[in-house]
């Protein structure tokens, strides 16, 4: 589960755009925890191995990642509807500016 309602790119400027870069603009909405309507949560684990990171002096050429993701709502008789979302993500991984390839 991704906790983005929408992701929007714009390649050009246009005139309704607040401000913008010269290459474009990345419009990114978050997620409202009440509009959603239920609750969720999510944990994603995943590993990746990189035979080019043992080149790399105190790197491994294991990668891990993991994601934990939740949406929770709530209703009181007081305050009425209400919710909230929460994203928590890690990665280890070497810089990919360390490795050199080259072929002949």
Known sequence: MKLNKKVVIYKSQQADLVEGGTSGS??????NAVDFGKDQTTFEATGIHNEYNEDV????PWVSSFVFSTVQNF???KAGAFGFTLGLSRTDSSNPEENFGGSS
């Open 75 to 77: 209703e009181t008789e």
């Open 26 to 31: 990345i419009d990114v909405s978050s997620l």
């Open 57 to 60: 002096e105190g790197s491994s």
